[in-house]
Antibody, heavy 119, light 108 residues
Framework: QVQLQESGPRLVRPSETLSLTCTLS????????WSWVRQSPGKGLEWIGY???????NYNPSLRSRVTISVDTSKNQFSLQLTSVTAADTATYYC?????????????WGQGIPVTVSS | EIVLTQSPGTLSLSPGERATLFCRAS???????LAWYQQKPGQAPRLLIY???TRATGLPDRFSGSGSGTDFTLTISRLEPGDFAVYYC?????????FGQGTKLEIK
């Protein structure tokens, strides 16, 4: 079955870059779109963006200037980079699979990784 | 962006009862692209419903979604102990897709 697992640093310094990787098992990345979502007590659930296996991307306009999502199909992984982080970026970050092409309802999720932005 | 308002904030019911959760959008949801998720403590959200009324694979028919335009409903016909959780709606018809703030379904 489809399994997603987030990995990366759980503590990031303010103004630095948050980098996370999602590893997929039990499925191929091809023909699906793959999203990042975050959840914080203050802002609830927030979609960050998605990437297609071809490398095409779409980002939330509120984060577009700081976000890059990339894919490595040879490793069955996709990654998130968020630059110039502040305390407001403290959240649990999830990777997920779009349920139907580019439509962003999410039918498989990773377990999530909590990330704290603090000096 | 479309703002989704869920009500009630907290719903207290007993196992066996019927739960009705509401999600209202600040503007019409394109093509009724509305999803519902269940989230238990320490877990990721789980997709329940998409397209306003289509059940996700394996979801029991105790769960049903309805509505169109700006008003949507999730109904759980006979509550089981494992149904007590937080429920979120999400619209994905307009960019950016957005989530509601959640309804907590708790045991009375």
């Amino acid at each position: 079955q489809v399994q997603l697992q987030e990995s990366g640093p759980r503590l990031v310094r303010p103004s630095e870059t948050l980098s996370l990787t999602c590893t997929l098992s039990g499925d191929s990345m091809k023909s699906y779109y793959w999203s990042w979502v975050r959840q914080s007590p203050g802002k609830g659930l927030e979609w960050i963006g998605y990437v297609y296996f071809s490398g095409n991307t779409n980002y939330n306009p509120s984060l577009r200037s700081r976000v890059t999502i990339s894919v490595d199909t040879s490793k069955n992984q996709f990654s998130l980079q968020l630059t110039s982080v502040t305390a407001a970026d403290t959240a649990t970050y999830y990777c997920a699979r779009n349920g139907q092409q580019w439509l962003v309802f999410l039918d498989h999720w990773g377990q999530g990784i909590p990330v704290t932005v603090s000096s | 962006e479309i703002v989704l308002t869920q009500s009630p904030g907290t719903l207290s019911l007993s196992p066996g009862e019927r739960a009705t959760l509401f999600c209202r959008a600040s503007q019409s949801v394109s093509d009724n692209y509305l999803a519902w998720y269940q989230q238990k403590p320490g877990q990721a959200p789980r997709l329940l419903i998409y397209g306003a009324s289509t059940r996700a694979t394996g979801l029991p028919d105790r769960f049903s979604g309805s509505g169109s335009g700006t008003d949507f409903t999730l109904t759980i016909s006979r509550l089981e102990p494992g149904d007590f959780a937080v429920y979120y709606c999400q619209q994905y018809g307009s960019s950016p897709n957005t989530f509601g703030q959640g309804t907590k379904l708790e045991i009375k």
